[in-house]
């Protein structure tokens, strides 16, 4: 890492890239990846119900902290200005082990920081189809554009509600988009 980024979330990664760490952090050989349509553990980024029970756990709430509005002692976002020339020490990230955005089981960022990956493929209608409602959903339905979670520094407050989703091409890396992994409880104890 660049000095004075070594405590931030991962960044400028595509969902490639994302998917290939979260595969090889889970002792999965991802130089064998091809579909994951097909496999069950065809990836280790999060499903975006996986990450929204993670974000707010079993109650429904607006932000993981609750319906409290958002705070900078909350979280980080709505910091991008305008014109202004960001280089890799200034740009305005928190490190992961600030808590900030922290959910109901202490999972930090689940707001704000960083845009996070997940493993769908995003249709703005998912939740709408009857394959939405089955144990372990995810949408495996190519539709050129990964889904994704959480909002970031860059964007105001309301993108950073644990029920808000959009997505972007699978190529897309930026300043404001990384990802978490998930794992079976069974590999990591």
Not at 40 to 47: K, Q, R, V, Y
Not at 96 to 102: F, H, K, R, T, W
Not at 117 to 133: I, K, Q, V
Not at 155 to 169: A, D, E, F, K, T
């Amino acid at each position: 890492p660049l000095l004075g980024t070594e405590t931030w979330p991962m960044i400028l990664v595509s969902w490639y890239g994302a998917n290939a760490y979260s595969l090889w952090a889970n002792n999965r050989l991802w130089s064998n990846y091809r579909d994951e349509a097909a496999d069950p553990e065809g990836s280790f980024l999060p499903t975006e119900a996986q990450w929204e029970y993670a974000a707010r756990g079993a109650t429904p709430r607006v932000y993981p902290w609750g319906d409290a509005a958002p705070t900078p002692e909350k979280l980080r976002a709505g910091l991008h200005r305008q014109k202004l020339d960001y280089t890799a020490q200034t740009l305005p990230l928190a490190a992961v082990n600030e808590e900030l955005g922290m959910s109901p089981f202490g999972l930090h960022h689940m707001a704000g920081n960083v845009w996070q990956w997940c493993r769908d493929w995003y249709d703005e209608s998912f939740y709408h189809h009857p394959e939405a409602t089955e144990p372990n959903a995810w949408n495996h339905h190519p539709t050129r554009v990964r889904s994704e979670r959480g909002g970031s520094w860059v964007g105001p407050n309301i993108l950073c509600r644990s029920s808000y989703r959009r997505g972007r091409p699978p190529i897309a890396r930026g300043r404001c988009l990384g990802f978490r992994c998930v794992s079976a409880v069974a590999d990591i104890t």
